[in-house]
């Protein structure tokens, strides 16, 4: 499955079956802030070297959907997590609970 139908925005789908229920879990894969310097990603910079290993070109429509990303999806991310704990409490530890279980099971 993929965000929104843009191929370049994939979804990780965990599936959990039960007699009772069916559970979903949307896994969306981001990269996180500091991986890539924000100067990298202006206008005029360039991230794909060309045969000659020059950077001949700027790149500047994926460096624009890179910023995108990073923010719509983050503040939509925020905003429907926040809008859970409201909800239903409970949610905020199995958040907790899930991430310390990702951190560990990958060093």
């Not at 965000?3 to 894969?29: M, Q, W």
């Not at 290993?53 to 939509?76: I, P």
């Not at 926040?82 to 310390?100: C, E, H, R, Y």
Request: proline letters at 7%; glycine letters at 4%; a positive charge.
């Amino acid at each position: 499955e993929n965000l929104c139908g843009d191929a370049r925005r994939p979804v990780l789908i965990v599936t959990h079956k039960n007699a009772e229920s069916t559970f979903y879990l949307r896994i969306l894969p981001c990269v996180p802030d500091g991986i890539l310097p924000l100067i990298k990603l202006t206008p005029k910079s360039n991230a794909i070297r060309g045969s000659n290993g020059a950077y001949d070109f700027s790149t500047y429509k994926h460096n624009n959907a890179m910023l995108r990303e990073r923010d719509l999806v983050m503040k939509r991310h925020v905003s429907l997590v926040f809008q859970a704990i409201k909800k239903n409490p409970i949610i905020g530890d199995v958040i907790v609970l899930a991430k310390s279980w990702l951190l560990s099971a990958c060093p």
